[in-house]
């Protein structure tokens, strides 16, 4: 959209900081709030995960007419970067981004999955802004990926393995199905519209297959970076 003020990039700056700065502040906010009544720690850190890869609905908030400013919309990615750069190392256990974050309570853990996503919205933000293939990629990292492990490990009945990891039918299709929909709702916050056409539809199911074989095969901690690595060169190899 145009700015609203001027200058372009002091614009940019302030709604790419502020919007989703006050977003996921509010979600982790409800999140800690839930956590202290006894709410699941591992489906409180699904949700955060979900809500932090849905920041692009802030993108058509933005004006990238001078050709840059836009990557302000990975402000808080950065920051949060830091974040967990500061506390894996320094933090305790009763810190409350460990609690809400993690899934054993190790602050360490801050410095590998939550990292990484971190740093692949700060790619797909930078490189992949108000493009498709950032949409679909940032769907099936929040959406498919973020709830695949709850219900595999909740739900998960029929059991594979796959290169010595074990998963589940049920979490390998929540990949597919909650990324297929969660690019469904991307796409129409971002674009304004429903990707309907045959094309979108085929290239959202195609990217989904790729998803699902990424998870699968991904070691631990580093499905955040294979899964969009996996997305994005596929997309690039058939499409561009």
Known sequence: MKALFEPVFLYNFV???F?????????????????????????????IHIAAGSWIWVWPLMDPS?????AFNVNIAVLWTLLFIVKGLTAGPEDIAVKTMTRTGDPKELLKGPLFFTL????????????????????????????????GARYGEHKYKLLGRGKSIEGSVTVFVAGFLGALLLHL???????LSALRIYQIAILGLV????????PADVDNLLIPAALLATYHLLWS
Not at 189 to 195: C, I
């Open 15 to 17: 709604v790419g900081t």
């Open 19 to 47: 919007a989703p700065l006050i977003y996921i502040q509010s979600i982790i906010k409800l999140m800690e709030v839930f956590v202290r009544k006894g709410f699941p720690q591992d489906l409180s850190r699904k949700i």
């Open 66 to 70: 001078d050709g840059w400013s836009y």
């Open 120 to 151: 692949a919205m700060e790619f797909i933000g930078i490189f992949f802004f108000m493009t498709f293939p950032g949409v679909a990629t940032m769907a099936y990292l929040g959406w498919g990926d973020g709830l695949a492990p709850y219900i």
């Open 189 to 195: 916050l971002v674009f304004g519209t429903l990707p």
């Open 211 to 218: 998803a699902v074989i990424a998870e699968a095969v991904s």
